[in-house]
């Protein structure tokens, strides 16, 4: 009797134990979704705040200048470029890219991370 107490409890420590490894695999998966999904909405918010600062440039008109910054780190991402070009802000990075839309081709210079000036002259956007 004693034998059988002893098998029963192995094999109920077994089924606890494999419902455990379940549990913790589910999280961890739901954990990486969770940091890949913050990820991008951060690129995407970065991305959206530069093609902001480019349409009000456009929109404001002649003789608009102003700082904007781009941090160094977004969420996730350490080393990303950014790109403007053809009606786009794009924002790429290794796993991944994220694009917002601006209103004008005329842009003149490259976004930067750090510091950014961004001009109207004549209806041509300049950023150094």
Excluded: C, H, P
């Amino acid at each position: 009797m004693l034998a059988q107490v002893s098998v029963e409890f192995i094999v109920f420590l077994s089924f606890l134990l494999i419902l455990v490894f379940l549990i913790v695999y589910q999280n961890t998966q739901t954990f990486a979704y969770l940091e890949e999904y913050k990820t991008y909405q951060e690129a995407q918010k970065t991305a959206d705040s530069i093609a902001s600062e480019i349409n009000l440039a456009l929109k404001t008109g002649n003789g608009y200048t102003r700082k904007f910054y781009v941090n160094e780190n977004i969420y996730g991402i350490g080393n990303f470029t950014i790109e403007v070009d053809n009606y786009e802000v794009k924002l790429k990075w290794d796993k991944g890219e994220v694009i917002s839309t601006i209103l004008t081709k005329n842009i003149t210079g490259e976004v930067k991370v750090g510091e950014n000036v961004i001009r109207n002259v004549d209806g041509k956007i300049y950023i150094q």
